[in-house]
């Protein structure tokens, strides 16, 4: 089965030599959503407005694909500071719920001038 490649100007532009998102037969891949503006800005201020971008910008590669954040089934979070942790999970709701959920790994890593990026896999099958 053929990959399809998913791009959307509704979301931060790839930062690099990668797609924003595959969709390969009934699973979606996303690619790391970092709280980037549709015109490439970086988001600067608080931790909650960079996850709220970061999660915003997933959604949006989600529809290019056809498909919703209710559809994932893994999500990969990556923090600067692990202490934001708490802060995260309230972003998380806002587009997760409280129900239904996919599993998650959330991880501190070294990120560079932002504090919070996301991946995901959604399954689109019946």
């Known amino acids: 089965?053929?990959?399809h490649i998913v791009h959307t100007d509704q979301a931060a532009p790839p930062g690099g030599p990668y797609s924003q998102a595959v969709v390969a037969g009934d699973t979606v891949y996303l690619a790391g959503a970092c709280p980037v503006r549709p015109d490439g800005t970086w988001v600067q201020g608080t931790f909650l407005e960079q996850a709220r971008a970061a999660f915003t910008n997933l959604a949006k590669v989600a529809e290019a694909a056809g498909a919703e954040l209710s559809q994932a089934v893994r999500v990969g979070v990556y923090l600067r500071d692990f202490a934001d942790f708490?802060?995260?999970?309230?972003v998380y709701v806002e587009f997760f719920g409280m129900e239904n959920l996919p599993v998650r790994t959330t991880i501190p890593v070294a990120l560079n001038g932002f504090d919070i990026e996301v991946d995901a896999i959604l399954y689109t099958g019946p």
Do not use: G, I
């Open 86 to 90: 708490a802060e995260m999970n309230q």
């Open 1 to 3: 089965m053929p990959k």
